[in-house]
Each structure stands twice: as structure tokens, then as C-alpha cells.
């Protein structure tokens, strides 16, 4: 556990593991490490699952702490982790963090490792970031309206700059964070997560603009209107222009599909995911966007 090898003395710091939701297995590894382990450690369990950002409100409420520092299951803290960060803090009430990120990917990475590898310049990720309790309860902690592991961190971010809260690089206080394992065509499930989009850009468009997506994904939108228009040209006769626009819909596919690929595994069995779920992935990402749009009330194209 690389929390008990941090280089500060173990009496300055207690660790807080929430689980989302009854976990019967993290439950008796927790209990296992707080026997052998010589730092205070304390295992929350949630009745039922309500996302990482209600499972976050629980542990630093919890906390004991002036500074709350966040990291997941799946990262490994540095030994000088809590070290940098007690090193920059001053005793000021109202100020956060945020360390770097290594993410090792394979010489040959999946299209999802490269997703995942895009963590290390993000600007704050609740992987490595640290707050203090103070400006934790000003700006509210956590939106739990964000029920998956996606954008509840842009929301804190935000919440802290509207708040004119500081956040302080520490590029010296690092984390690994591994990728996960992941199933064939995994890019297909993970389109889920864009109903977070909307809920992010309903309550700060500008912030969003500038720091999240620029633009709209225009080619996923161009993908379905040539599927909509093949449809509607061949069921009226048209054979060419139907043609025409399934030519059209093929380009833009396959140049999706390159892009994913070039810079990736270029094994028959990567490509062939890549082609597959390039030409799944718009009318996924469309529809979950407009469900958002339409849960949230706000257009996000």
C-alpha cells in the first residue's frame, strides 16, 4: 500500500477508503491492511451505490484534516506525495492543489490507453489533487448529480475558480496511475459518460468552452446526417445520390478510424475494433448527448 510508504511521519495523516456501495471484497482487504499497516486507516461503506462524487462528500467530511487529498483505487501516490504538498502549504484556509500524473501506456497502446494517457495534462483530476476542508465546504464539496467517474472533477475545478480559490501546480507531488484493464470495444460503453457533458456545460458554458471541447464534434453529426439521408434517398429511388452519400458516410468513418489508429496498435485485431466501433461510436455519442441535453434542459451540441 503506497500510502503507508509516504515520507512524512505516519501520526501527520490518516487514510479514508470509501467504497461506492457494499463491497464485501475491498471491505476485508481494507481490514486486513489496517492490522499490518501502521497508519490510521478507516473503511466507509455506502448502503448503495450513488457514484464517485457522493462516495468523495463521504470521506473528506470524514476527514480530521486541514488538507484533504484525493487519489483512486487504481493510482499509486509517490513516496513524497503528501511530503511536496506539505512542503507548498502555508496554513492558508482557502487554497488547493493539484500534482502531476504519469500514465504508462505499451510501445504498441490500445486507443483506450491513449484516452487514458491524456490524464497526465489534464489541469485537475481528482487522481491527484489536494484541497483544504475549508474550501471544500465553501464551494460545496462534490456535485452528486454526477453519478459516474467523469467530468465530477471539471466540476470541482470550476467550482474553485469561480471562487477565486487558487490551485497551485506541484509537478514534484506524483502519481502513477496504470491503465485498467478493458473489454473488446470498450470506446462503445464509455460514450455513456457524455451525459455528464451537459450537465458540465449547463453550469459553466464559458469554462467549458475553454476547457474542455472547444467545438462540437461536428463529424459524429455528419455521420448521422448521411445515415439519415442514404436512408431517405433510397427509400425515394435516388440510387446515386444515395450512393453518393454513403461514400460520404464511409469517408468520414475511416477517417475516424485513422485517426484513432495512428498513433496505436497497429495489429489486425486492434484495426478491426477501431473499424467496428468507429462506426458505432457517433450515433452512441449523439444519442447520449442529446439524452443529456434533454435530461439537463440545455443544448450542447
Same mark, same amino acid.
Given at each position: $500500500? ?9 501520526? *501527520? ?15 476485508? +482487504?481494507?481490514?486486513? $491492511? ?6 490510521? &486507516?478507516?473503511?466507509? @461503506? ?7 462524487? !457522493? ?17 483512486? =483505487? ?5 513516496? =513524497? ?7 507548498? !502549504? ?21 486507443? #483506450? @490507453? /491513449?484516452? %487514458? ?24 464539496? #462534490?456535485? +452528486?448529480?454526477?453519478?459516474?467517474? *467523469?467530468?465530477?472533477?471539471?466540476? &470541482?475545478?470550476?467550482? &474553485? ?63 448521422? /446526417?448521411? %445515415? ?14 444515395? #450512393? ?13 478510424? *485513422? ?14 475494433? $477501431? /473499424? #467496428? ?5 457517433? !450515433? ?14 440545455? &443544448?450542447?451540441?
Amino acid at each position: $500500500m503506497r500510502l503507508a510508504r509516504q515520507n512524512i511521519n505516519s501520526a *501527520w495523516f490518516e487514510v479514508i477508503v470509501v467504497s461506492d456501495g457494499p463491497d464485501e471484497q475491498t471491505r476485508n +482487504m481494507v481490514k486486513k $491492511m489496517a492490522k499490518r499497516a501502521a497508519i490510521s &486507516l478507516k473503511y466507509i @461503506e455506502p448502503d448503495c451505490k450513488n457514484g464517485p462524487a !457522493y462516495a468523495r462528500n463521504i470521506g473528506w467530511l470524514s476527514a480530521k484534516g486541514q488538507l484533504v487529498a484525493f487519489t483512486d =483505487d487504481d493510482c499509486l501516490p509517490q513516496c =513524497d506525495w503528501l511530503k511536496t504538498v506539505l512542503k507548498h !502549504y502555508k496554513g492558508e484556509e482557502l487554497i488547493a492543489y493539484s500534482g502531476s500524473t504519469i500514465v504508462p501506456i505499451s510501445n504498441r497502446p490500445h486507443d #483506450f @490507453e /491513449l484516452n %487514458t494517457a491524456k490524464l497526465q495534462y489534464a489541469d485537475f483530476i481528482t487522481a491527484n489533487c489536494v484541497c483544504t476542508k475549508k474550501a471544500l465546504i465553501q464551494i460545496g464539496g #462534490f456535485d +452528486m448529480r454526477f453519478k459516474l467517474a *467523469w467530468r465530477e472533477d471539471s466540476d &470541482l475545478e470550476f467550482k &474553485l475558480i469561480e471562487q477565486c480559490i487558487p490551485i497551485i501546480k506541484l509537478e514534484d507531488a506524483c502519481v502513477v496511475h496504470p491503465v485498467r484493464r478493458f473489454p473488446w470495444a470498450v470506446s462503445i460503453k464509455e460514450q455513456r459518460k457524455v451525459i455528464y457533458d451537459a450537465l458540465l456545460f449547463k453550469k459553466y458554458p464559458q469554462l467549458y468552452r475553454r476547457k474542455i471541447s472547444r467545438q462540437a464534434a461536428w463529424n459524429y453529426y455528419l455521420v448521422v /446526417l448521411f %445515415t439519415l439521408l442514404f436512408i431517405y434517398f433510397i427509400l425515394n429511388g435516388a440510387i446515386y445520390l444515395a #450512393f453518393a452519400n454513403l461514400c460520404a458516410l464511409f469517408a468520414l468513418i475511416i477517417n475516424f478510424a *485513422w485517426k484513432r489508429t495512428k498513433n496505436a496498435d497497429r495489429s489486425f485485431k486492434h484495426v478491426s475494433e $477501431m /473499424l #467496428f466501433t468507429s462506426f458505432i461510436i457517433p !450515433y452512441v455519442a449523439i444519442y447520449w448527448k442529446t439524452y443529456g441535453a434533454l435530461k439537463y434542459r440545455v &443544448l450542447l451540441l
